[in-house]
């Protein structure tokens, strides 16, 4: 499915994993968590999550190089500083932290179902073709790199 590869902005496929969980979520058990209760988790989780993705960013946008995931060969610096020393992927990482808050704000046990599809598409069709075109540009720095920082956490 090489098609798929590279193709959807992630910031696209959070919202639309954010609207079929919400359409699922009106159709699902809940799982039984009191509203407010809910929403602290949510604000806490969103907030969270916030911080990891913006701070990804931040180190980018501070290097110079490229923010947009979907073309990789424009990177120039390989970011390993900062929050990239513990995660390679910490935009993703925020990104999916939100989902699971939000899956828990809907209390829904099918949209919590959810989470793990969309991190397993964002490997196979957004990280794993990113980190091939940055091997091929970084070479050995990358996978000393690689080697040394998980992929989420």
């Known amino acids: 499915m090489k098609f798929l590869e590279l193709k959807i902005p992630p910031v696209i496929l959070v919202l639309s994993f954010l609207l079929f969980m919400w359409v699922l979520g009106r159709y699902s058990p809940k799982i039984g968590f009191e509203y407010t209760t809910r929403l602290v988790l949510f604000v806490f ?3 969270v999550s916030a ?3 913006l701070s990804g960013v931040m180190h980018f946008r501070a290097a110079k190089t490229t923010v947009d995931p979907r073309n ?3 990177s120039e610096i390989l970011v390993t500083n900062g929050i990239y020393r513990y995660t390679r992927n910490p935009m993703y990482v925020g990104f999916s932290f939100f989902l ?3 899956s828990i704000f809907l209390n829904s046990a099918y949209s919590a179902i959810l989470v793990p599809i969309f991190i397993v598409y964002l490997t196979l069709f957004q990280i794993i073709p990113e980190e091939k075109i940055l091997q091929q540009i970084f070479t050995q ?3 000393n790199y690689k080697n040394s920082v998980r992929r989420w956490l």
């Open 141 to 143: 720095e990358f996978i």
């Open 51 to 53: 911080l990891i993705s």
């Open 45 to 47: 989780i969103g907030v």
């Open 72 to 74: 990789p060969k424009k």
């Open 100 to 102: 699971i808050g939000f």
